[in-house]
C-alpha cells in the first residue's frame, strides 16, 4: 500500500533529522485558525507551510494554530517564532506567501520585512 | 465561507477550545432523501443551558477580545441558504453536538470541499485530539481514525510536517471510490 511505503520514508527521515537536532531547539510556526482566518484562507497557507516544509525535508519546525487575534482584516496571520529570536508576525499570507516565508525566514533566516505586520 | 468543509474546521475549534479529548465527524450524503447531513460531536466541556441559547447569535461570543463570534451562525446560514438547518444540543461537562443539514441539489448549497485538507491540518496541528471522520454516501462508506494513524506512526512524531501530506491522501484516497457517483 502507497501510505506504508510513504510513513516508512518518513520515518527514515525524521530518525536522521532527531540525530541531527539533539540538543536543538524547535522553531514554531503558528497559523490563525480563527472563523476570520479561515474565511480568508489559512487552511491552504496552513497546508502550504507543512508542504513546503515536507519538500525541504525540515523536521525541526512544529505547526500549530491558534485563534482570532483581533486582526481580522490581516489575515492569513502567520506567527514565526525561532529560538532565541522576537516573534515575527505575517498577514495576509497567501499559500504562495507562505511557501516564500519558509524559505526565505525558516531556511535561510531572512525576515520577509514587507509581509511583516508586527515584531516583538 | 466557500465551502462546508471550511465550516467544519470552524466549528471543530470550538471543540479543541472546549477541551475535547475526541472529536467525531461525520458526513453523510442520502441522494435517496436528497440530504447531506454534517455531525461534530465532542466530547468537552458543554455549554450551560443559558448561553446555549445565545450561541447563535453572532453577537455573542464567549471571548473578551472582541464582540461577535460568527462560526455558528454562519454555519446554520449555510445550512438554511440550502433548505435545511442547524441544530445544536449540549450536555455540560460531557460534551456538544452540531448537526447541519442541507438539500444536496438545493442550487444554494455550498460544494462539500476538500474535508481531505481539513482533517489532515486538524490531525496534525492537535495531536492531543483523537479525531474520528466517517465519510457514507447511500451503502458506502469511510472512515478514518487518528488514534489508529498514530499507531502506525511508530517514533514519527505525531507533528512531523509531512504527516500532513499522508493524511490527506490516505483520505481523499479512502473517499474517491465512496463519492464515486
Redesign the interface.
Same mark, same amino acid.
Given at each position: 500500500m502507497k501510505t506504508v511505503e510513504e510513513l516508512e520514508r518518513i520515518r527514515k527521515q525524521a530518525q536522521a533529522m532527531t540525530r541531527l537536532r539533539e540538543g536543538k531547539e524547535t522553531t514554531r510556526i503558528v497559523v490563525g485558525m480563527g472563523t476570520c482566518g479561515i474565511a480568508a484562507g489559512a487552511r491552504e497557507t496552513l497546508s502550504a507551510i507543512m508542504d513546503e516544509l515536507a519538500k525541504r525535508n525540515i523536521q525541526d519546525v512544529v505547526v500549530t494554530q491558534t485563534g482570532c487575534v483581533g486582526l481580522c482584516e490581516q489575515e492569513p496571520i502567520v506567527d514565526v517564532i525561532k529560538p532565541g529570536a522576537a516573534k515575527v508576525t505575517y498577514g495576509k499570507v497567501t499559500k504562495e506567501k507562505a511557501r516564500q516565508i519558509v524559505a526565505s525566514h525558516i531556511v535561510n533566516g531572512q525576515v520577509v520585512g514587507e509581509w511583516v505586520i508586527a515584531s516583538a | 465561507?466557500r465551502e462546508l468543509s471550511?465550516h467544519v +474546521?470552524?466549528i471543530v475549534?470550538n471543540s479543541i477550545?472546549a477541551g475535547a479529548r475526541t472529536v467525531d465527524v461525520t458526513v453523510s450524503e442520502d441522494e435517496a432523501s436528497d440530504l447531506l447531513t454534517i455531525e461534530v460531536v465532542d466530547d468537552g466541556a458543554g455549554i450551560p443551558p443559558d448561553i446555549l441559547e445565545s450561541v447563535l447569535d453572532p453577537f455573542y461570543t464567549s471571548?473578551t &477580545?472582541?464582540k461577535v =463570534?460568527?462560526?455558528l451562525p454562519?454555519f446554520r446560514e449555510a445550512a438554511r441558504t440550502a433548505g435545511g438547518d442547524l441544530i445544536i444540543e449540549s450536555w455540560p461537562g460531557r460534551g456538544t453536538k452540531v448537526r447541519a443539514t442541507f438539500r444536496m441539489s438545493h442550487i444554494d448549497r455550498a460544494p462539500l470541499g476538500?474535508m481531505a *485538507? &481539513?482533517v /489532515?491540518?486538524l490531525v496534525?496541528?492537535?495531536p492531543d485530539v483523537r479525531f474520528r471522520y466517517r465519510h457514507t454516501r447511500g451503502a458506502r462508506a469511510f472512515f478514518f481514525d487518528s488514534e489508529e494513524f498514530k499507531q /502506525? +506512526? =511508530?517514533?514519527? @512524531?505525531p &507533528?512531523? @510536517?509531512? +504527516?500532513? =501530506?499522508?493524511v490527506?491522501?490516505?483520505i481523499r *484516497?479512502g473517499l474517491d471510490p465512496v463519492q464515486r457517483a
Open positions: - | 465561507m471550511l +474546521l470552524d475549534q477550545a471571548r &477580545t472582541r =463570534g460568527l462560526g454562519l476538500d *485538507e &481539513t /489532515a491540518v496534525v496541528c492537535n /502506525a +506512526l =511508530g517514533d514519527i @512524531p &507533528t512531523a @510536517p509531512a +504527516l500532513a =501530506g499522508v490527506k491522501n490516505l *484516497e
